[in-house]
């Protein structure tokens, strides 16, 4: 097991010795927070050479404000803490993040924080693909200041993000969208408490007139090393009325931007046949909550 390489553990009150611990320790420093992921690494053999678990739970990370640059949420919120937040319960345009928020169970919503499921990167989590279709942003921190990362950007290869050295997630944004706007997540899984197959999440924001100012279309789950944007989706949707024909259209065109795996759960052609009607599924629900 490689967590018996681990020889301290911290738990600083403070960013400075934060940053102080991960220059000390460098690539063998690990920041934790809820520390669910942790046994799933360390039983794939990926913690090897981790000498310090940096645990941030007392840096005051806790906290969600809704505030005009949008909605902040500290790194250590947990799950289950995000999805009663009044903002997350009734706003439209964030249904997608609601959806995510209600598929893991509840021993993982009371543990999992919303900074570790995003530092993770990993593919075949549900919240970040809900995330991306709102434009979030990752705040973070590290020996030269802060800085926020579009969360399209933040995810770089498969559980690689784009923190450079010494630099650590503090929280997240979620900017305010246009006033007609809404979005949805749908997943594929063989049961509650597995990763995603394939997971899809879109927002649309809509005119007065009900025609498509703005789309995203973001899908997960193994169809890449990371959540990415089905942009030729996005393309079709952008400045029509929304139909079914349309939907149908946009859901079509979904393939064309992935690049799916194969593994033991589904070969690459189920995954992207999946995704073009997990997409159609997730705008109808979309298009749903604007009724």
């Known amino acids: 097991m490689s967590l018996a390489s681990v020889k301290e553990y911290f738990a600083p009150d403070g960013t400075e010795k934060v940053l102080e611990l991960l220059e000390t320790y460098g690539d063998g420093a690990l920041i934790v927070a809820g520390g669910s992921f942790v046994h799933g690494l360390d039983a794939r053999d990926l ?148 990763l995603a197959i394939v997971n899809v999440a879109v927002r649309v924001s809509l005119d007065e007139s009900g025609i498509c100012q703005q789309a995203r279309v973001v899908v997960g789950g193994g169809v890449a090393e990371t959540p990415i944007r089905a942009t030729a989706a996005e393309t079709v949707l952008q400045g029509e009325r929304m139909t079914d024909e349309l939907l149908q259209s946009a859901s079509a065109e979904v393939p064309s931007d992935l690049q799916p795996m194969s593994d033991h759960r589904a070969s690459a052609a189920y995954r992207s046949a999946v995704a073009k009607t997990l997409t159609k599924r997730a705008l109808a629900r979309a298009l749903a909550r604007l009724d």
């Not at 640059?69 to 250590?76: C, D, E, K, N, V």
């Not at 706003?91 to 995510?100: E, F």
């Not at 919240?127 to 200041?145: E, F, K, N, R």
């Not at 690689?160 to 305010?176: R, Y």
Request: with cysteine.
């Open 47 to 194: 913690l090897t050479g981790v000498e310090a678990l940096i645990d941030i739970q007392n840096l005051g990370l806790g906290q969600i404000t809704l505030e005009a640059a949008g909605l902040s949420i500290g790194a250590t919120v947990t799950f289950s803490e995000l999805r009663q937040d009044n903002e997350i319960q009734t706003a439209t345009a964030l249904g997608a993040v609601r959806d995510a928020l209600n598929c893991p169970p509840l021993q993982i919503r009371n543990v999992a924080t919303i900074g570790g499921n995003i530092a993770a990167a990993c593919p075949y989590f549900d919240l970040p693909t809900a995330l991306m279709s709102v434009d979030g942003v990752v705040q973070a921190c590290g020996p030269d200041g802060t800085r926020e990362i579009e969360m399209q950007a933040f995810f770089s290869s498969l559980f690689q993000n784009s923190l450079v050295a010494g630099e650590f997630v503090t929280g997240l944004l979620l900017p305010p969208l246009p006033g007609r706007s809404s979005s949805a997540f749908i997943k594929l899984e063989t049961n509650a408490n597995d």
